[in-house]
């Protein structure tokens, strides 16, 4: 079927219009009640319009943009959109695994200082602590130049 150029150019019109979302139903409508044989030939180039964009779509998805993908490209250069999400696995649970003994540095058997903290009053409002039994201790070894460590206890009231 030969199409002469009027119809050929209102062709290109009708797809240009029909690829930027610009045709109407009445148009299209009047269109297909005066030439079907024209509108028949519009939607087979929007057709293949459309098939060549995916065409390229896929291309441009396939190779990225800075040229194609590969294991070797490094991180930096391959677009943000491109790259899959983070995975959102969890971290491991923290602290020794359920029924492993646990590990601390050895009490000092000697204890060379004892201090004993106990406040007065109430920092903030400067009222009379009430007074209960519960202690605190805290062992500090000091390690000085000359390798002879000074321990210290602090027992701290937890008044």
Known sequence: MQVGTAAAQTVEELVRRAVRGELDAATLSALCADSPEL??????????????????????????????????????????????????????????????????????VRIDERETHRLKSCPHCQSQLQRCARLRTRVIQDIPEEIKPVVTEHTIHRD
């Open 39 to 108: 509108v028949s030939l519009a939607l087979l180039a929007a057709a293949k319009r459309i098939a060549e964009q995916d065409v390229r779509l896929a291309e441009l998805e396939g190779n990225g943009i800075h040229g194609p993908s590969s294991p070797s490209t490094p991180s930096g250069m391959v677009p943000i959109y491109t790259k899959a999400n983070k995975s959102t696995r969890r971290r491991k649970k923290p602290g020794a695994r359920i029924g492993h003994q646990g590990v601390r540095r050895e009490q000092p």
